[in-house]
C-alpha cells in the first residue's frame, strides 16, 4: 500500500537517523506510524518490537528541550503513531498509561484516549491488565480518565 519494497528496512533507517539534527523528526514518527499498522506479516524480525520500544521512548524522551511545545508535538505524534500500530503488547500499553502519571494537557491526554481506544480490546486480554488499570487510576485527573478506565472493563460489564 505504500510502495516501500522493505518496511523493516525503511523502520531501521528512521530508527537509525532519528537522533541526527534537522533530521524531520515530525514525518519520520507519523512514517514509523504508517509501517507499524501494517500486518506482522510486513514486518520482519524485531522490526514491531523496536519501533514500539522507540516510539515508548519518545514519550519519556522526546529529542528536544523538555519544556518547549515540540516536545509534546512529538509526543502526541509518537501516542498517535502508537495508536495506529496493527498489535501492540502489553509494556507499550503501560508506557502509554505512564504518560497519564506525568501530565493532564489535554493535547496529549485526548492522543492517549485514542490509543486506548484503537488498543482496549488487546489489551483487556493482558494478564497485566490489573497493573495498567492501576497507573490509569493513580494518573493526574483529566477529563477522559473514567472513559479511558470503562474503555478496559470486559464489554459486559
Known amino acids: ?4 519494497d522493505d518496511p523493516a528496512a ?10 541526527q539534527p534537522r533530521y524531520p523528526k515530525r514525518s519520520a514518527i507519523a512514517l514509523l506510524g504508517t509501517i507499524g499498522s501494517s500486518p506482522d506479516s510486513v514486518l ?8 514500539l520500544a522507540f516510539l515508548c521512548g519518545l514519550l519519556v524522551k522526546p529529542q528536544v528541550s523538555e519544556h518547549s511545545d515540540e516536545a509534546n508535538v512529538l509526543r502526541r505524534q509518537a501516542l498517535l503513531a502508537l495508536a495506529l500500530q496493527s498489535e501492540i503488547d502489553a509494556p507499550t500499553a503501560k508506557a502509554v498509561a505512564q504518560v497519564l502519571t506525568r501530565t493532564n494537557n489535554t493535547f496529549i491526554v485526548s492522543t492517549v484516549r485514542r490509543f486506548f481506544i ?3 480490546q488487546a489489551i483487556r486480554l493482558y494478564p497485566e491488565l490489573e497493573d495498567i488499570r492501576a497507573i490509569i487510576t493513580r494518573g493526574r485527573e483529566h477529563p477522559f480518565k473514567q472513559e479511558i478506565l470503562l474503555l478496559l472493563d470486559a464489554p459486559d460489564k
Request: proline share 4%; charged share 10%; net charge positive.
Open 10 to 19: 525503511v523502520a531501521g533507517q528512521i530508527l537509525a537517523g532519528y537522533r
Open 118 to 120: 484503537s488498543h482496549s
Open 44 to 51: 520482519t524480525g524485531p522490526s514491531r518490537t523496536n519501533i
Open 1 to 4: 500500500a505504500l510502495g516501500i
